[in-house]
Every structure is written in structure tokens, then in C-alpha cells.
């Protein structure tokens, strides 16, 4: 080896060094537990690589007359978002308003359906070379960067859902342009690429790079988060893709609990920015043993935060492996949390950060086999007060987390799930058609 070689290669192990010993501080080591790294992409971001990549788009084209792809392409097809003819909506300043509120909101449903059909044809267009869902895409993704200025609350700017909205749509309006910009017909390069950027950085990047409000729930930071990285290589930016990760590493212990993680409390840890969430009491507390082999957890009436508990060492138990800081909020939600984490970590993988997945396993696997287990069968009676769960995971939601993790943990509550959800539609919000892309027969 030469000097110069080994001055690198000793200079890359001081910074390895130094890198470690930021980490450690915040993320505690623990058995069989992967440490989280910084995110570290490859020089050049690949393209189409948000969410999904060419070999896997190839894959899915390849099998379409094959299970799970055949029904779920059909059902692509049949859905009533992605007509080629849809005409788009967008409005200049985006209002949503708080819970879903539609009376005074001026295009926040409608940049929703229109990001879920610009994904929609896009995807058809690659699978089927179909030039009219191509120009339907276009036309979607064309008339919001002409128009789209900012997202607004009913307070302003970075007000209520408009954080929230810009990263679920911003998701799927990234995963539709880049396939669209790098999918075009030989000869032909989509006119409105630079504009579609720069509509991000404008109405988009700017409420989802640093997480949303502080106090809101661990879902919308992880929508955040794949918002993020699918905008980072979107625009070719390093420093976004890393803010991206930082917003996976800070949010993902605070929202999936591990047991081991934590620091011999027997609560989850608390989000970086020190907040627990809105409606605080949907943490739990351990319950009163009575002997009841059921005994588990329940919900404490206007308990605030984990350590506001009563004492722990008074009570059995401890929260469980896989159990989300929204569980006893409903199913819908962890969905949301789940799947948003993995579709980060799909994005890094295609990057060449490999590492986001196998930090990401045992959490999400735990999370995964949780909460289908109470998608197909009822909860234990203490589990969140004896409340029974009233909805389900989201079709679509488990697919990514399967497809990676079937071949090395035991996932059965989850193909149970999957093979169930499989007949449904698949377009919920922004958890979109991931049986069609991500699917594993």
C-alpha cells in the first residue's frame, strides 16, 4: 500500500471513529440491536429511484400475468383515479384544514386524488407503454407546478395539516415524476422536469426537510421523512437525502417500541424534540397484576407521558415489542408510520444505503406481526383499556416490510393480512397500489 493510501485509509477511519462517537450518545447499543448510521447514498443518485427502480418496475412488467401482479395491475387499471382523461385541480395556496375537515379547504382533496392519479399513470404508463397515461401523468404534474405556490393552514404557513399535506402528496407526486422524467420515449426528455423541481423546493421541501410541528404524531415525521428522500433525489440534493435519514433515525425509536431499547425503563424514548404527541394519553401504562394470564397493558385515563405513569416497579409488565405510539389511536395510523419507514428505507436501499433496512428489522418486523395480529383476530381484553380496535391495517401498508424481511423472520399474521387486503383497493391517502410494486406471491 502507498503513502497516499494510507494516509486515506487512515483518515477514513478517524472520521469512521468520530462518526461513532456522535452516534452512540443518542442511540444506545444493545444486543442483536443494529446500530443506526448516517445516511450515505451513493455519489450519483440512480434514476427512476424513488420508492421503486427500473429493475423492479421491469420485474413487476415482466410478471404481470402472474399473482399477486395480474390483480393487483388490474385493479390499477380499473380504478377511478387513473383515467387518462382526469382533468387536474391545483390551486396556487393549498388549505387543509385540521381532522379532515373539508367545508373551506381549497384543494387539499383534490391535490391528494391528483397525486394518487399522476402515481396511478405513471405506473401504467411504464408497465403498459400506453403514450396516453404518460401524457395524463404529465398533464398532473404540469398544471401543479405551474400553479402550486405554498401549502397553508388556517392560521398561516406550517399551520394544522399543511405539513402533513405536503408530504403526502409530495410522496406520490415524486414517485410519478421520476419515473415519468426517466422513462420517456427514446427521443423525447418531459419539458416540465426543471419546473416540477422547482415547485418542490417552493411548496414542498421547505415543510417536510425538518419534520413537521412539534407535539404532532410520530406518523407525520415519518411521512416527513419519505417525503424527504424521495424530493433528495429527486433534485440530486446529498444534503436533503441526509436530513431525510436524520428524520428516520430521530423518530423511529420514539414511534415502534423495542424491548432492550429502553434504557431498562420499560417506556419507549422519548421523540428528539422532547414532545409526546397530541393526544398523550394514547400511551400506555403497565397494569395491576390479578393473575389474569390476559393481562397485558391498558390505557391510563389522563396519563400525559410514559414517566407520568405510576410507578413502574408497582405494576407487571411493560410495553410490548412492535406496539407504535399511536396503537391505541386505532390500526389506520401505525399503517401510516409503517409504511412510511419502509418506503425510506426502500429509497436508501436503491441509493446504495443499505444500512437503513437492517437498523430498521427488528422494530419493524415487531410492528408488523403486532399490529396484523389484531387485524385478523381480537385483542387482548387489557390491551389499550379493553378497547376493541374498530379498523384495520391499510391494504398495502405490510408488502414493502414483507418482501424484505419473509426470508429471514417468521412473518404470519402479516401474510395473513396480505393475502387478505390483496382484493381491495389500494390507493388510501398516500399508501398507494404497494401490492402491484412491491408484492411477493
Not at 217 to 244: C, E, F, P, Q, R
Not at 267 to 294: A, F, H, K, Q, T
Not at 325 to 346: F, M, N, W
Request: with cysteine.
Amino acid at each position: 500500500m502507498n503513502r497516499r493510501a494510507c494516509v486515506l485509509a487512515v483518515t477514513g477511519c478517524a472520521l469512521l471513529v468520530a462518526l461513532v462517537a456522535v452516534l452512540l450518545p443518542r442511540y444506545r447499543a444493545e444486543s442483536a440491536q443494529v446500530e443506526p448510521v448516517a445516511g450515505s447514498a451513493a455519489a450519483e443518485f440512480l434514476h427512476p429511484g424513488v420508492g421503486v427502480n427500473r429493475q423492479r418496475l421491469d420485474k413487476v412488467r415482466k410478471n404481470l400475468k402472474k399473482e399477486p401482479f395480474k390483480s393487483a395491475y388490474a385493479k390499477l387499471r380499473k380504478d377511478p383515479l387513473t383515467k387518462p382523461g382526469r382533468i387536474p385541480h391545483p390551486f396556487e395556496r393549498i388549505l387543509c384544514l385540521p381532522n379532515g375537515e373539508v367545508t373551506g379547504d381549497a384543494g387539499c382533496k383534490n391535490e391528494r386524488n391528483d397525486s394518487l392519479a399522476a402515481y396511478g399513470d405513471a405506473l401504467i404508463w411504464y408497465l403498459s407503454r400506453n403514450k396516453s397515461y404518460l401524457r395524463a401523468a404529465e398533464r398532473i404534474l404540469d398544471a401543479y407546478s405551474a400553479k402550486v405556490q405554498t401549502h397553508v393552514g388556517d392560521g398561516g404557513p406550517h399551520d394544522a395539516d399543511a405539513p402533513l399535506q405536503a408530504a403526502w402528496t409530495g410522496i406520490n407526486f415524486t414517485k410519478a415524476a421520476e419515473i415519468i422524467r426517466y422513462s420517456q420515449p427514446k427521443g423525447k426528455k418531459w419539458q416540465g422536469a426543471s419546473r416540477f423541481g422547482a415547485m418542490l423546493r417552493r411548496a414542498y421541501v421547505p415543510f417536510v426537510k425538518s419534520g413537521t410541528q412539534k407535539g404532532m404524531n410520530g406518523n407525520w415525521d415519518l411521512a416527513s421523512a419519505d417525503a424527504t428522500i424521495g424530493m433528495a433525489v429527486y433534485l440530486n440534493d446529498h444534503a436533503l437525502y441526509k436530513k431525510a435519514i436524520k428524520l428516520l433515525h430521530d423518530r423511529v425509536p420514539a414511534y415502534f417500541y423495542l424491548v432492550g431499547d429502553d434504557n431498562g425503563s420499560g417506556y419507549p424514548w422519548p421523540p428528539v424534540d422532547g414532545s409526546w404527541g397530541l393526544n398523550r394519553s394514547w400511551y400506555m401504562c403497565p397494569e395491576i397484576p390479578d393473575g389474569d394470564p390476559d393481562d397485558q397493558l391498558i390505557l391510563v385515563p389522563g396519563a400525559l407521558t410514559p414517566s407520568e405513569c405510576p410507578a413502574p416497579e408497582k405494576y407487571r409488565g411493560a410495553y410490548m415489542s412492535g406496539q407504535t405510539q399511536e396503537t391505541c389511536r386505532d390500526l389506520k395510523h401505525p399503517s401510516y408510520g409503517i409504511d412510511s419507514a419502509l418506503e425510506t428505507a426502500v429509497t436508501a436501499r436503491i441509493q446504495g444505503d443499505r444500512a437503513q433496512f437492517s437498523w430498521l428489522k427488528k422494530r419493524l418486523t415487531a410492528a408488523m406481526e403486532f399490529h396484523a395480529r389484531y387485524t385478523v383476530k381480537p385483542s387482548p381484553r387489557q390491551l389499550c383499556g379493553g378497547r376493541a380496535f374498530q379498523d384495520r391495517m391499510l391494504p398495502g401498508a405490510l408488502e414493502i416490510g414483507y418482501t424484505q424481511y419473509h426470508k429471514s423472520v417468521a412473518l404470519p399474521n402479516t401474510r395473513k393480512v396480505l393475502l387478505k387486503q390483496r382484493k381491495e383497493r389500494q390507493a388510501n391517502e398516500f399508501v398507494a397500489w404497494e401490492t402491484l410494486v412491491w408484492g411477493t406471491p
